[in-house]
């Protein structure tokens, strides 16, 4: 079956604009985690959701970070206002039981503001 | 402060022969370890994981060593292949936590 995907796999853009980052995860899966990866560093997590809702968003690290999973399948991860700071890779992960331990991940966005 | 740490970036080893990745942790709440291989344009994928209860878990190549009173956790690779070649995280959980805290990784080279 098909794993986590998301869209797009690169994006570049320039500082101060708005992105949207996309993440549709495995079918049936109720958990999803949005982490962030800096070069060199290891997945930072930013948010994760349980369905719907946001279960916990302590990784966000500013109001300029917001995501969405309205109907409980794919996630938006919004940046507004993006500073040179946020390239990363954002990656996204689901997992059917909602321990972390049980995630699959999707490849990642390479986000690179300019 | 980071409270997962991976002090080796890089490590080179011939085929054949064992591999071993270390990986420090500074909170006493996490009680569940994972290790994940990452391939360039590819998301982490799970490779093998140990609960606080144990000290040690084998998947054939694979084996995982907890040290809890050290906070030290290593995973050996024998015999060490070339497709072993990537990044491998160390990562762990707090009891019924919702989040996995990773290491800055380590990239592994195995030489033909």
């Known amino acids: 079956g098909a794993g986590v995907s998301q869209t797009p796999s690169n994006k570049v853009t320039e500082k101060g604009k708005y992105v949207e980052l996309r993440c549709d995860p495995i079918s049936g899966h109720t958990a999803l985690y949005w982490y962030r990866q800096s070069l060199g560093q290891g997945p930072e997590f930013l948010i994760y959701?349980?369905?719907?809702?946001?279960?916990?968003d302590s990784g966000l690290p500013n109001d300029r970070f917001f995501a969405v999973r309205p109907e409980g399948s794919v996630s938006t991860l919004k940046i507004q206002r993006t500073e040179r700071g946020d390239s990363a890779v954002y990656l996204c992960?689901?997992?059917?039981?909602?321990?972390?331990?049980?995630?699959?991940f999707g490849p990642g966005t390479r986000l690179t503001v300019l | 402060d980071q409270q997962v740490k991976q002090n080796s970036p890089s490590l080179s080893v011939q085929e054949g022969r064992i591999s071993i990745l270390n990986c420090d942790y500074t909170n006493s709440m996490f009680d569940y370890f994972l290790w994940y291989k990452k391939y360039p344009a590819e998301g982490p994928t799970f490779l093998i994981s140990?609960?606080?209860?144990?000290d040690k878990n084998e998947d054939g190549r694979f084996t995982v060593f907890l040290n809890k009173s050290a906070k030290h956790l290593s995973l050996h690779i024998v015999p060490s292949q070339p497709g072993d070649s990537a990044v491998y995280f160390c990562?762990?959980?707090?009891?019924?936590?919702?989040?996995?805290?990773f290491g800055g990784g380590t990239r592994l080279m195995v030489k033909p």
């Open positions: 959701f349980q369905g719907t809702g946001a279960a916990d």
């Open positions: 140990i609960s606080s209860i144990k």
């Open positions: 992960a689901s997992s059917l039981t909602g321990d972390p331990d049980t995630q699959y």
């Open positions: 990562a762990a959980e707090e009891n019924a936590g919702n989040m996995l805290t």
